[in-house]
């Protein structure tokens, strides 16, 4: 059984990759800064629906939508 997680939070998204805290979580969602080639690796591993160079070139919404999507998903 799948465990409910009560509020999603940047940490609990960060947490998903080994190249990404909370800090760069922020910075990612909020456009501040581009994926990285390590994180698109990591991306493209657990969301396979894009290639690494799809996620490499992944927009602030791209990366919203996700974060959004994982959020209605743990509720």
């Keep these: ?3 409910k997680i009560k509020k999603y939070t ?3 998204f960060a947490s998903l990759f ?3 805290d909370q800090p760069g979580a ?3 969602l909020s456009g501040i800064d581009k994926v990285s080639f390590p994180l698109a ?3 493209s591993q ?3 629906a894009k290639d690494i160079l ?3 070139n992944a927009s602030k919404e791209d990366l919203n939508r996700l974060y959004e999507q ?3 998903e743990a509720a």
Aim: charged share 25%; glycine share 0%; net charge positive.
């Design 18 to 20: 080994t190249c990404l």
């Design 54 to 56: 799809s996620w490499k």
């Design 26 to 28: 922020s910075r990612l």
């Design 70 to 72: 994982l959020k209605r």
């Design 10 to 12: 940047q940490h609990n």
């Design 46 to 48: 657990i969301f396979p």
């Design 41 to 43: 690796v990591e991306l």
């Design 1 to 3: 059984m799948k465990q």
